[in-house]
T-cell receptor, first 111, second 113 residues
Framework: KQEVTQIPAALSVPEGENLVLNCSFT??????LQWFRQDPGKGLTSLLL?????REQTSGRLNASLDKSSGRSTLYIAASQPGDSATYLC??????????FGAGTRLTVKP | DGGITQSPKYLFRKEGQNVTLSCEQN?????MYWYRQDPGQGLRLIYY???????QKGDIAEGYSVSREKKESFPLTVTSAQKNPTAFYLC????????????FGDGTRLSIL
């Protein structure tokens, strides 16, 4: 069974702190992995997409890494801001375009 | 502005009633998807459509139906056979059914009266 797990379920940090969100998956035969942001009552916004042949992707203060052999991805957020408060979801795309989503990590950045 | 529009934002269903959730996109995308999101769980795929006049069941299709008569529209009907319909429903699209990031609408929250 292809499962995606995100730990922790919730995280609260003071403004300015660097933080890491974790995503683990059970089947390493992935096509790509995507990180999304979801604000309350809203849809998902794509943040970063990592192809299976890549090890990391960067966009501004965000850096996502991928280690297929260990079944892990991390999303690193530098110098966190209150506007980063949201739920972050990891989605693993398998070869048949079967996307499996984690339950998300709810991040709160306190001013 | 290109994007995906879902309506209504909130919807209430009475016992034995069918309700239809609207999803429209002006991105000229071929593929469209419906997901269900429940608290503490990841998104689960209900139905998807690779192209007009085609659609396939996802992981939790029972109690739901869809149509894809136009490229830009992919409505979802929650039938009375769906015994636990209370959830947040998200529509998404991608340029093609394959290795593309998916674009999402803002969702419809369905509750039972």
């Amino acid at each position: 069974k292809q499962e995606v797990t995100q730990i922790p379920a919730a995280l609260s940090v003071p403004e300015g702190e660097n933080l890491v969100l974790n995503c683990s998956f059970t089947d390493s035969a992935i096509y790509n992995l995507q990180w999304f942001r979801q604000d309350p009552g809203k849809g998902l916004t794509s943040l970063l997409l990592i192809q299976s042949s890549q090890r990391e992707q960067t966009s501004g203060r965000l850096n996502a890494s991928l280690d297929k052999s260990s079944g892990r991805s991390t999303l690193y957020i530098a110098a966190s801001q209150p506007g980063d408060s949201a739920t972050y979801l990891c989605a693993v795309n398998y070869n048949n375009n079967d996307m499996r989503f984690g339950a998300g990590t709810r991040l709160t950045v306190k001013p | 502005d290109g994007g995906i529009t879902q309506s209504p934002k909130y919807l209430f269903r009475k016992e034995g009633q069918n309700v239809t959730l609207s999803c429209e996109q002006n991105l000229n995308h071929d593929a469209m998807y419906w997901y269900r999101q429940d608290p503490g769980q990841g998104l689960r795929l209900i139905y998807y459509s690779q192209i007009v006049n085609d659609f396939q069941k996802g992981d939790i299709a029972e109690g739901y139906s869809v149509s894809r008569e136009k490229k830009e529209s992919f409505p979802l009907t929650v039938t009375s056979a769906q015994k636990n319909p209370t959830a947040f429903y998200l529509c998404a699209s991608s340029m093609s059914f394959g290795n593309q990031p998916q674009h999402f609408g803002d969702g419809t929250r369905l509750s039972i009266l």
